[in-house]
Structures are given as C-alpha cells and as structure tokens.
C-alpha cells in the first residue's frame, strides 16, 4: 500500500482485542500504522487487517457517517472509527477498544441484542391516526409538523450514546437514549397515532426515569441528534400521563 | 431483557424533585445570602430582621406559614432524591431499605415542620 506510507508518518494504533475461543480476558495489542492526513481510524483498522494481521475483527460498512456499524472507544471516548481521523491524535499513539457498556462478541465488535430487543418493543415505524385508502391519497405533514421530529429521524443506531450514558452502564434494562430518541421521533410524528401504547415503555420502570440528565448522549452523537431532549420531553409527558390517569374518566387507566 | 411494563412510581417524587429544584434555584441562593450573610454581618438589612418576634409573627402568618412549609419541606425532597440519585452513581444501588430511608427522611421533616408551623399558632 505505497500510497498511504508515502510521507512517512507512523501512529501506533493500540486495539482491545478478545478472541473468546483462545483469549481468556480481552488485551490491548498494538500495531504500527503508516498514515497519511486523509485517513480515518476506520482505514487505520482496515490497514492492520489487510497488512499486518489478518484476524483482527471490526464492523464497518458506509465509511463516511451514515451505517452507525464502526462505532468504537477511541481514546476512551464514543465516536465513529470513519468520522475520526488519525492525524487528530498528535502524540503518534490511539486506543481503539469495543464499545463500553455491550458485552464483546470479538475484537471491536459488540453484541448489540439487547438494543435490537427494545428497538423492536418501541415499534419504530408509523401507525397510522387513521388508515387512508390510496384513492385518498397520501399523509400530509407541514413544515411545521416535520421540524417537531425531524432531527430524532436521524439516529443511525450506532449505540455511541448507550456507550457515553452512565446509567445504561448501571442498569442495562434502562431503555436508554437512543431508543428514547427514536421512540419520541414516531410519537411526536404528527401521522402517528401509537403515542399511548409506546408511552407505557417510557413511563415504565425501564424508562425515562432512569436518566439522571448527565447529557453525555447528546454530546457524542454523530448525527447531531439530542436524546437528553427526547428523554427530557418524555419524562414531563410520563408524569403527566401519570397524575392524568387518576382523573380522566375511564380507559388510560393501568 | 426484563419485562419493561410495570408503570413506574418515580413521577410522584420526580415532581417533588422538580418542584423543589424549581424552589431551590429562585429562593435558594437570597435564602442563604439572608439567613447566612446579609442579617449575622447586619449588611443591607436592619440588625433587627430576623429577631425572634418578627419571626414568630411571620410564621404565624398564613402566608410565611405557607411559604416556610414549602420551602423546607420541597427542598427536602429535592435533596433526598439528588443523594439518592447520587448514591446510584457511586456504586450505591437504591434498594427498597435506601429508597425508604431517604424519602422517608423527607416525609419526616415534612411532617414535623407542618407539626412545628401548626403549633406556632395563628
């Protein structure tokens, strides 16, 4: 790859590997990297697997932002392996470790059941208010309504702000705030009418209330998405809808 | 995975957390500068501002009672449930005995101060 140690810089990129068949606990191994400035962690990984060792195992797909499959700890922090590039760690060393918080499958690549289990509880699709045949065409929505939910829909499920969100790290059966983010993205979408059902898992014991507003989430987000808010604007919304419930005539009740 | 659908209790003492946080950011900061600063070094205000007479007739007021009972008893709760919350995150995980423990301690205070603002008369 005479293209990418063209100008003779070198990082040495330490990775957290784990090969459950024959590693007892996962180690920190290091690899000696030529770089160039245009490379991101992410080619950095890609050298080590196609130059120096072939066993080293990462998720990866798109490379510029947009799959959510490379998040990883560099540097001890929660970011994109494609958005974070090697030039950015001028002391010529970087950690690269699985993601915090997810039990490791192998190397850099986690298990992430548990969030695909709540993604699937929250329904993240549209139910619609009321069903419109084709003849009547399609749902409208103004500009207005679409701002409302617009930045939730850009969650990639990369799991960046589970890894940042200390409380996830506490107590796994937390929702936690991606799946907060986008549980608010159909519940605030002014076509959907499932807010009610989707409600009992964000009032629930699993829920909002769990989040102690440490706002880390937010930061890490590569999509510049802010679950803190959706978690914030849901915890207001559970406990109106649990004072509510002891008022209001018949139903809501549980 | 657990089940996620047991409705969850924390509203009542989410909104106690949040009222007395609200209480705490708009009185908490004058209350310290008051009890703690401006009447002990007679700064501002007369030596006399917080002497036992004006006290007791503000405490028998019906609106220094008011004002007196929320103030103690939902910065409490708002105290109770950030150590509470804080305990969590040292490690500290809040079993029922600590749940009891803390919110019943706010529960306690409550009670004596509205015991102590009922005894003072009107």
Redesign the interface.
């Known amino acids: 790859m005479a293209e990418t140690s063209g100008n003779g810089k070198v990082i040495r990129v330490e990775v957290l590997r784990y090969r459950p068949e024959q590693d007892e606990e996962p180690f920190l191994q290091g690899y000696d990297v030529p770089f160039t400035d245009d490379m991101s962690v992410l080619q950095g990984l890609q050298y080590i697997k196609d130059w120096l060792d072939g066993t080293l195992s990462f998720r990866w797909s798109c490379r510029m932002a947009i799959c959510g499959s490379c998040g990883m700890m560099i540097d001890g922090e929660p970011r994109l392996a494609c958005k974070t590039f090697l030039r950015d760690f001028p002391a010529g060393t970087v950690r690269v470790e699985a993601l915090a918080h997810f039990p490791i499958e192998r190397d850099l690549v986690i298990r992430m059941d ?1 969030f695909l ?2 993604l699937e ?1 929250i329904k993240p699709y549209i139910i619609p208010k009321e069903e419109r045949t084709l003849a009547q065409g399609e749902y409208l929505q103004t500009p207005a309504q679409l701002d409302v939910y617009e930045q939730f829909s850009s969650c990639i499920n990369c799991l960046l702000c589970y890894a940042a969100c ?1 409380q996830y790290g ?1 107590n ?2 937390f ?1 936690g705030p991606g799946i907060m983010a986008l549980l608010h993205r159909y519940n605030a979408d002014s076509r959907d009418g499932a807010a009610v059902e989707r409600m ?2 964000a ?5 909002v ?1 769990n989040c ?1 507003a440490v706002g880390y989430c937010s930061e890490v987000c590569p999509k510049h998405v802010d679950p803190a808010n959706a978690v914030n604007q849901n ?1 207001t919304r ?2 109106g809808d ?2 509510l419930r002891l008022v209001r005539p018949k139903g809501g009740a ?1 | ?2 089940p ?5 209790n ?3 003492f ?2 106690l957390f949040g009222a007395g946080g609200m209480l705490a950011a708009l009185f908490g900061p004058v209350l310290v500068f008051i009890t703690g600063i401006a009447v002990p070094l007679v700064l501002i205000l007369p030596a006399d501002a917080m002497s036992w007479p004006r006290m007791q007739a503000f405490a028998q007021h019906w609106a220094g009672k008011g004002l007196l009972f929320v103030v103690v008893a939902l910065f409490m709760w708002h105290a109770m449930h950030r150590i509470l ?1 804080s305990l ?2 040292l490690g500290v ?1 809040a079993g029922t005995a600590l749940k009891f423990a803390c919110y019943g301690l706010a529960l306690l205070v409550t009670m004596t101060a509205a015991w102590i603002l009922v005894a003072v008369g009107f």
């Open positions: 548990d289990a709540k509880r200390p506490l796994p059966d929702v009992e898992i009032g629930s014991e699993a829920g209330f102690t915890k559970a406990a649990y004072f549980k | 995975m657990k996620i659908n047991r409705r969850s924390a509203p009542v989410w909104g919350h969590h995150d995980h």
